[in-house]
């Protein structure tokens, strides 16, 4: 089979699941990844055919695909502020949305004035596939940042990613909701958390990709509440958060207000609700009250 009968094909097969464009787009990235060659090399030598191996791979991936398997699984990567991560069923798949937050921290965070004594430390909470660690690591390398996740094989590969990306991180196995107030952990000054926010009664409301794919315990509460980890998190963080020391969300759009409200009457200042670039309150962040010595 040609390159260029290979894309029509993957992507005339998958239009019942995706819209035009993104049918297209999946059928790149399996032939960029199948064939090694970015979009304008394929069209130079479109009329190459694939060997018996690639072929075979294109099948496989062709039938993962039609039964509903994410790309970035089936592929076994997702690209992530610029890197690139191991995913697997065990993670959620990063977001662009994400992306957008790790930004707004880095921009915050990047120029303050630490004493050359002093190391600030951050922790991720749920970290997942240590996206937002990592990527805050290689962008604020002078940090100590810390991951947790109640998942241990989600944290075997968090740990994979941060080997391969050669970003030294320090994980923790806890699941937020029993250890709110865990003492073994240290003092930090910014605390960030892309957590569950999906009541068990919304699942209906999910792609069936989504669904039947991604982790549950990563996307739904455990209760009907929305706010179930953000008000845990709350609670760690006034045993764990430095006064002065910043806290930042992503959440749902529908959930944006009520999470910042939450914080306003938790001892947070200066709390404030961001919008991402398609214009959704996606990111919540707030300092909390006082200083720290």
């Not at 970003?167 to 958390?193: C, K, M, Q, Y």
């Not at 699942?203 to 794919?213: A, D, F, G, I």
């Not at 996307?219 to 006064?243: G, K, N, W």
Request: charged content about 25%.
């Amino acid at each position: 089979m040609l390159i260029k009968e290979a894309h029509r094909r993957m992507q005339e097969e998958l239009s019942f699941l995706y819209s035009s464009r993104e049918s297209s787009t999946v059928s790149d990235w399996v032939m960029e990844e199948l064939t090694g060659w970015t979009r304008s090399q394929r069209i130079v030598h479109h009329d190459t055919f694939l060997s018996s191996d690639q072929l075979a791979t294109w099948s496989t991936a062709l039938q993962e695909l039609k039964q509903g398997r994410p790309v970035q699984y089936v592929l076994g990567h997702s690209w992530f502020c610029g890197m690139r991560f191991k995913v697997d069923e065990r993670v959620l798949i990063p977001r662009p949305e994400t992306e957008e937050l790790v930004e707004c921290i880095v921009k915050e965070s990047a120029g303050l004035a630490w004493e050359n004594t002093y190391t600030p430390k951050a922790l991720d909470i749920g970290t997942g596939s240590g996206c937002i660690a990592i990527a805050l690591k290689k962008r604020l390398p002078n940090w100590e940042i810390h991951g947790m996740d109640k998942s241990e094989s989600a944290l075997q590969l968090a740990r994979e990613n941060a080997m391969l990306l050669e970003a030294p991180i320090l994980w923790h196995e806890a699941d937020i909701l029993t250890e709110a107030r865990n003492d073994h952990f240290t003092g930090f000054d910014l605390i960030v958390s892309n957590p569950p926010y999906i009541p068990p009664r919304e699942r209906h409301e999910l792609s069936q990709q989504v669904v039947q794919h991604e982790p549950h315990m990563a996307l739904f509460t455990t209760q009907e509440d929305p706010l179930e980890f953000y008000r845990a998190i709350v609670t760690f963080s006034h045993h764990h958060l430095l006064r002065g020391g910043q806290l930042w969300f992503e959440t749902h759009m529908d959930y944006a207000q009520e999470v910042a409200t939450l914080l306003s009457k938790q001892e947070f200042e200066a709390v404030e609700v961001m919008q991402d670039m398609q214009k959704k309150d996606r990111i919540v962040r707030g300092k909390r009250v006082g200083t720290s010595l």
